[in-house]
């Protein structure tokens, strides 16, 4: 190929190429040919051969040895080579670059230039790679064109002054002045370009905006002849003057109304006018309507305007566009807390953009209907979510039915309600379900001593349909295990009441023990809850006997070690079985609604031994040697186990005496150990800003290693959800984040979450730690940080 091919034949040289490889042997050839001819000077053909090369940068190849070809041609007194290499010049250079330096005096002079389509290229150049220094260095020659008479340069003007406000925040102030002028143009691009300056203007500072506080009355004036302007061919838009401008003029009217009634008062009945006579069926309508909408949402607009806004949204939810759909969701769920009444009343319609085909806008109709449940639709609203849960696609299966337990949680109208709504969740979606959902429904039974009949029968027959589900199966062992007598009994005034016998009670729990579908966690709630039996049955504690004895030599390690301990009670603790095996006691609660023992907190303490019997039946899937050290019957040793998730969820299966007596003699088996109480570990705010508490406790486990308890809590009148942490600390420290107790936080501190974090520090540094905290509140995603540089409850050596 000649060096002399023009752009066109390049351009169809190298679309016709069939390889990869062929494209860049043309590339090559062509570029070598270009620079050949960079170095010769040769001027007849300097913009044809910057023109192909920057088409060559767009294929993405380099193309950096044309940056100083683009200042020369800068420089260059013909308009065609100067508007070639400011071309070049955006699309090679930026402001990193010290060659971007070279064309700051260029850049000046056409900007005097006396040919106005000269001074837009340099405008142009500048707005797009100017640097801090080249915008404070032509900003006066800004600030002199802002005042010239000519509408297509101050268009132009007016967005590069935006760019240097962006770049050099200072300079704003030099701007101030022309910008308040420009609001007189008649010119629909000078206005444009003002109305921006202005916004960014008012954003960045504060006594800024008080200042254009004042032009509030000229922007409705502005606004107000859009509207009622005739047909205009130049600005009309599918029957809508100019919905660019308007967009921009609501947007900085609503920056200017924010927090303040004076101005938002005197833009109230121009909202109106907007909101009423906009046309809403064609896409440009729909954006200024849109406009409009956030507008009067986010200034102190009047109550029968924010209910004309939330109309508009709920118009919205109809529409055929699913952008519109998502959009208007999106600011439906914004609002929810503050005007929950006027979105109340489209609860219909949202409901029904749960069964909508398109994934993100049924991610958006859940999060937005579960924000919609209250007191008074708790039953209706259930009764949609419960249907939505058992088609609803597997992704949003988690967060559907997280959802419908924290709204069952704060709303139930009666006990019943609560348990039978959770127990259907866990039927249809069980497998979703977060960890923390079993220990939660059997402390809610657990307090429930009326239903205690109800809900063993209920639990019984569902675990005769299906052992998959198994959460649902954990709960429903932990209850055949505890109230097993009641079952026998079928005396539920409830429900109806069901025949059954203990062989068949026997009969289902091995079903689970041998199913291939139980988990080991699963394997050990049935385990205890056969053991529990036997003090509840009289006549197959033989069979029981026989089934424990055969797990004492299963291959898992935990189970196995659960048998033996069950063995040891049959076989020399006979006397204690009784006493170990009793039921549980009621699980008191304070007065935040959560368990004195802290049963949903992610560690346990060594306290009292009547507290670590409560804890015991309250918290199924808390580590297993805080139960099996009192119950090793095997030896006198004082070592602790390494707990292990596996048969967390067997502990609570095992009730001890709250007797002292009870608690002496379990503590005695172990070869002498004395229940002393251990002090607890200070705790310290670390962070506490809107409504979002975050404390710190500490617990040295050895002389590396040391646990971290982050508890966080939510005071604010808005729930919280997607709540993680994130922690850091330097190089030498071993760092392991246990999983959290939840991920959402319930307003007025109903619940907290709690994470630990396990620091192994063999090195003995200087601890310090550095936690993200980031959640969801109101519509909006909020991130912070807080550094820890002291641990509270810590000696110096090591830490």
């Not at 292990?644 to 005496?657: F, R």
């Not at 936080?745 to 310090?768: D, E, H, I, R, S």
Request: proline content about 4%.
């Amino acid at each position: 190929m000649s060096p002399s091919v023009p752009l066109q034949e390049m351009i169809r040289t190298i679309r016709s190429a069939r390889t990869q490889c062929e494209e860049r042997g043309v590339i090559q050839k062509e570029c070598a040919a270009i620079r050949a001819q960079f170095r010769q000077n040769d001027n007849g053909s300097r913009s044809h051969n910057l023109a192909k090369l920057l088409y060559v940068h767009m294929l993405g190849y380099p193309a950096h040895f044309g940056q100083m070809e683009c200042v020369r041609m800068i420089a260059s007194p013909r308009y065609s080579e100067k508007r070639v290499g400011y071309l070049g010049a955006m699309m090679l250079l930026d402001e990193k670059q010290d060659a971007s330096l070279l064309i700051t005096n260029s850049i000046k002079n056409d900007l005097a230039h006396s040919n106005q389509y000269v001074q837009s290229l340099a405008l142009c150049t500048l707005a797009c790679m100017g640097s801090a220094e080249m915008c404070r260095d032509l900003a006066p020659e800004i600030d002199r064109l802002l005042r010239s008479s000519n509408s297509y340069i101050k268009k132009k003007v007016a967005l590069c002054a935006v760019h240097i406000v962006r770049k050099v925040h200072d300079l704003g102030e030099l701007f101030a002045p022309s910008a308040r002028s420009l609001l007189s143009e008649k010119n629909h691009g000078v206005l444009h370009g003002a109305v921006v300056l202005i916004t960014e203007l008012c954003e960045r500072s504060p006594e800024t905006l008080e200042r254009f506080r004042k032009t509030v009355p000229d922007l409705v004036h502005i606004m107000k002849g859009l509207i009622i302007s005739g047909y205009s061919p130049d600005h009309d838009v599918a029957g809508v003057s100019d919905p660019f401008l308007q967009v921009r003029v609501l947007r900085l009217l609503r920056v200017l109304g924010r927090n303040n009634e004076a101005a938002s008062d005197a833009m109230n009945d121009l909202l109106a006018q907007v909101a009423t006579n906009t046309d809403s069926t064609k896409t440009v309508g729909n954006a200024v309507l849109y406009e409009t909408v956030l507008t009067v949402l986010d200034i102190k607009s009047e109550s029968g305007l924010r209910v004309l806004a939330v109309n508009i949204l709920g118009r919205f939810l109809l529409n055929n566009d699913r952008n519109i759909r998502y959009i208007a969701m999106t600011s439906l769920q914004k609002i929810v807390g503050t005007d929950h009444n006027a979105v109340q009343r489209h609860r219909g319609t949202i409901v029904d953009c749960l069964k909508d085909p398109d994934a993100s806008v049924k991610r958006r109709a859940l999060e937005l209907s579960l924000a919609l449940v209250s007191a008074s639709n708790i039953r209706s609203m259930m009764k949609e979510l419960l249907i939505f849960l058992s088609c609803c696609p597997p992704e949003l299966r988690a967060q559907a039915a997280s959802g419908i337990f924290n709204a069952a949680e704060r709303y139930a109208p009666s006990q019943r309600w609560h348990i039978d709504t959770i127990l259907h969740v866990l039927t249809t979606a069980g497998g979703d379900v977060r960890d923390e959902t079993v220990p939660n429904l059997i402390q809610l039974i657990t307090n429930t001593s009326e239903l205690h009949c109800y809900t063993v029968q209920k639990l019984y027959r569902a675990l005769l349909t299906d052992i998959s589900q198994q959460p649902l199966v954990q709960v429903a062992c932990w209850c055949v295990g505890e109230y097993g007598d009641l079952l026998l009994r079928g005396e539920c005034q409830e429900a109806e009441p069901v025949q059954v016998t203990e062989d068949d009670v026997l009969d289902a729990l091995e079903t689970v023990l041998q199913s291939h579908m139980s988990s080991p966690t699963t394997r050990g709630f049935a385990l205890t809850a056969t053991m529990k039996l036997s003090t509840r049955i009289t006549e197959n504690v033989d069979r029981i006997r026989s089934i424990v004895s055969i797990y004492g030599s299963c291959i898992d390690v935990e189970l196995q070690q659960r048998a033996v301990e069950y063995n040891a009670l049959f076989k020399k603790y006979d006397h204690m079985r009784a006493a170990v095996l009793e039921r549980m006691p009621v699980i008191q609660r304070n007065s935040e609604g959560q368990a004195i023992e802290e049963a949903t907190e992610g560690t346990i303490k060594e306290i009292q031994p009547a507290k670590v019997k409560q804890e015991e039946g309250g918290l199924p899937q808390q580590p297993a040697n805080q139960v099996c050290d009192l119950l090793d019957l095997l030896g006198d040793s004082q070592e602790s186990l390494q707990p292990s998730p596996a048969v967390g969820s067997t502990a609570p299966a095992l009730p001890v005496s709250t007797t002292t007596t009870a608690g002496g003699d379990l503590l005695d088996l172990l070869g002498g150990l004395e229940p002393t109480p251990q002090t607890p570990a200070p705790t310290v705010t670390v962070y506490e800003k809107n409504g979002v508490t975050l404390t710190l406790s500490c617990e040295q486990q050895s002389d590396s290693t040391l646990i971290v308890t982050l508890t966080a809590s939510n005071s604010s009148d808005s729930d919280i959800s997607s709540f993680t942490l994130q922690a850091a600390v330097p190089k030498s420290v071993q760092l392991q984040m246990k999983a959290p107790s939840r991920d959402s936080l319930p307003a007025g501190g109903a619940a907290k979450l709690t994470q630990l974090v396990v620091l192994n520090n063999p090195n003995k540094v200087n601890l310090k730690m550095r936690i993200r905290i980031s959640y969801a509140s109101q519509g909006s995603s909020v991130q912070d940080m807080v550094q820890i540089d002291s641990f509270p409850g810590l000696g110096a050596a090591g830490h």
